[in-house]
Antibody, heavy 117, light 107 residues
Framework: QVQLQESGPGLVKPSETLSLACAVSGGSISGYYWSWIRQPPGKGLEWIGNIHDSGRSNYNPSLKSRVTISVDTSKKQFSLRLSSVTSADTAVYYC???????????WGQGTLVTVSS | DIQMTQSPSSLSASVGDRVTITCRASQDISSSLAWYQQKPGKAPKLLLYAASRLESGVPSRFSGSGSGTDYTLTISTLQPEDFATYYCQQYYIPPLTFGGGTKVEIK
């Protein structure tokens, strides 16, 4: 059973870079897709992007210029970087995976990131 | 981007009711559709994928159908633990997109 755990600062200042990591346990990180999804308070879900351990990645065009998703197989974790954040980026950020599929069978518990000075 | 239109946005129902939620894609997504259930303060939980395939451990009262652009999630006999928000997601083409959600409330 794959388990995912997000980590990172809960507060980021406007114009700075949001950085989160997702630790993978209970399964292999190789051969699978790893995703980031966010949810602003009281709103719906927004897919940020995903990455395969081979390095292939897909990003939401609405965020593409600001987003980088990377994977570190040696640490069994994958990461999200979102630059030039504004208050609109305040959300619960989830890491997720569906293994070799793009839907998400396994989710982290989510971490609230607030953008505020 | 493929737009996912979910309806209704909310509904009130009683325990034992049959509930149907629909999701319409802006183009054919070839049954690459997942349904999730989310309870307050919790991560979404996968219910179905490939439009109609039940995820392991999900009760059989949940079912999905549809093809092309139109899909349906049905809860055959609503249970107390089913009161939640439900989302559809297409995973046919990136960017993967979600419907706006359907909140199922107690009547």
């Amino acid at each position: 059973q794959v388990q995912l755990q997000e980590s990172g600062p809960g507060l980021v200042k406007p114009s700075e870079t949001l950085s989160l990591a997702c630790a993978v346990s209970g399964g292999s990180i190789s051969g699978y897709y790893w995703s980031w999804i966010r949810q602003p308070p009281g709103k719906g879900l927004e897919w940020i992007g995903n990455i395969h351990d081979s390095g292939r990645s897909n990003y939401n065009p609405s965020l593409k210029s600001r987003v980088t998703i990377s994977v570190d197989t040696s640490k069994k974790q994958f990461s999200l970087r979102l630059s030039s954040v504004t208050s609109a980026d305040t959300a619960v950020y989830y890491c997720a995976t569906g293994g070799s599929s793009w839907y998400s069978s396994y989710w982290g518990q989510g971490t609230l990131v607030t953008v505020s000075s | 981007d493929i737009q996912m239109t979910q309806s209704p946005s909310s509904l009130s129902a009683s325990v034992g009711d049959r509930v149907t939620i629909t999701c319409r894609a802006s183009q054919d997504i070839s049954s690459s559709l997942a349904w999730y259930q989310q309870k307050p303060g919790k991560a979404p939980k996968l219910l179905l994928y490939a439009a109609s395939r039940l995820e392991s451990g999900v009760p059989s009262r949940f079912s999905g159908s549809g093809s092309g652009t139109d899909y349906t999630l049905t809860i055959s006999t609503l249970q107390p633990e089913d009161f939640a928000t439900y989302y559809c997601q297409q995973y046919y083409i990136p960017p993967l997109t979600f419907g706006g959600g359907t909140k199922v409330e107690i009547k």
